[in-house]
C-alpha cells in the first residue's frame, strides 16, 4: 500500500477490507470511512444482524512470531458428526481471539484447542467448515501461523508478504455466513460483515486435512478478497 493512503501504510489481511471501505467512500458509493462505525441509513435490502461484543479483548501479541507450537498431528478430539447443511445457523457463542478479532465458536463444531494463537479442531462437517474458515484466516494473517493452511507455494509467499506487515489493531466484524460449496474433503465458504450502510463479503476455501484431523485453509488461488454484498439477504445470520 502506498504511503499517502488515508488508512496508513503496511496493514495486514484484516485491515484491507478497511482500505477496501476507503475505496468506496472515493467512488461515492458509502461515506463512512470505517468498518465499525455506524451507518446514517440503514440497508435497503435486508441483512444479517451484527453480533454484540460481550467479551472484553484481549491484548494482542506482541509479534506473528509469539504463537502457540506446532501441535501434534491428529490430536483434535471428537466433535459432531452430524453432515447435514446447516440451513440455519449452528449454536454459537462469540470469544475474543489474542490478536483481537471477535469469532464465532461452537461446542459442537469448534474450534475444540484455543490453546495459544492456533484456535484449531473443527468438525468434518459443513457446520465446522463455518467456523473454521474465518478462525484459520485470522490464524495465519493475524496470528502468524503458517501450519493454519495447507503446503502451497502461494500459502508461503502469502505468508511472507504478511508477516512483513505491521499488525492491524481493527477487525471486521462478521455478520453471517453461506456456505458455496461442501464436500467430505473442501469446502468453500462465504462471510459478510457491515461497512458503512453497505455489507462486503469474503470467500474461504478450505481442505480436510487427515493427518490433523482438522480443517486447513486452502490459499492456492491467492489471498481471499473484499467485495460489496449485493444481496445480503443471501446470506444466514450468525447469532
Not at 85 to 104: C, I, Q, S, Y
Not at 209 to 238: F, H, K, V
Request: glycine fraction near 6%; charged fraction near 20%; aromatic fraction near 8%.
Amino acid at each position: 500500500m502506498a504511503e499517502n493512503d488515508p488508512l496508513g501504510r503496511n496493514w495486514k489481511l484484516w485491515g484491507g477490507i478497511l482500505a477496501f471501505i476507503v475505496v468506496i467512500v472515493i467512488a461515492g458509493l458509502v461515506i463512512f470511512p470505517r468498518v465499525n462505525s455506524e451507518p446514517e441509513t440503514a440497508p435497503t435490502a435486508p441483512a444479517p444482524s451484527v453480533p454484540v461484543e460481550t467479551a472484553s479483548p484481549s491484548s494482542p501479541s506482541d509479534s506473528p512470531s509469539a504463537s502457540a507450537s506446532k501441535p501434534a498431528s491428529g490430536d483434535c478430539p471428537a466433535l459432531s458428526t452430524d453432515d447435514s447443511f446447516p440451513n440455519d445457523a449452528p449454536d454459537t457463542e462469540w470469544k475474543r481471539h489474542p490478536v483481537g478479532m471477535l469469532l464465532p465458536v461452537s461446542a459442537e463444531h469448534g474450534p475444540a484447542k484455543m490453546d495459544g494463537d492456533f484456535w484449531r479442531c473443527f468438525s468434518h462437517t459443513p457446520s465446522g467448515a463455518i467456523f473454521a474458515g474465518l478462525t484459520l484466516l485470522l490464524d495465519i494473517s493475524g496470528a502468524g501461523i503458517i501450519e493454519a493452511a495447507v503446503e502451497s507455494p502461494e500459502r508461503d509467499q502469502l505468508f511472507e508478504q504478511w508477516m512483513a506487515l505491521e499488525q492491524t489493531s481493527e477487525y471486521p466484524v462478521i455478520s453471517g455466513y453461506r456456505i458455496m460449496d461442501s464436500s467430505d474433503d473442501a469446502a468453500s465458504v462465504e462471510y459478510i460483515g457491515p461497512a458503512g450502510s453497505q455489507y462486503v463479503s469474503t470467500r474461504v476455501d478450505l481442505l480436510w486435512d487427515e493427518n490433523a484431523n482438522d480443517w486447513r485453509l486452502d490459499l492456492s488461488s491467492g489471498e481471499p478478497a473484499w467485495d460489496i454484498a449485493t444481496d445480503p439477504s443471501a446470506y444466514t445470520d450468525l447469532k
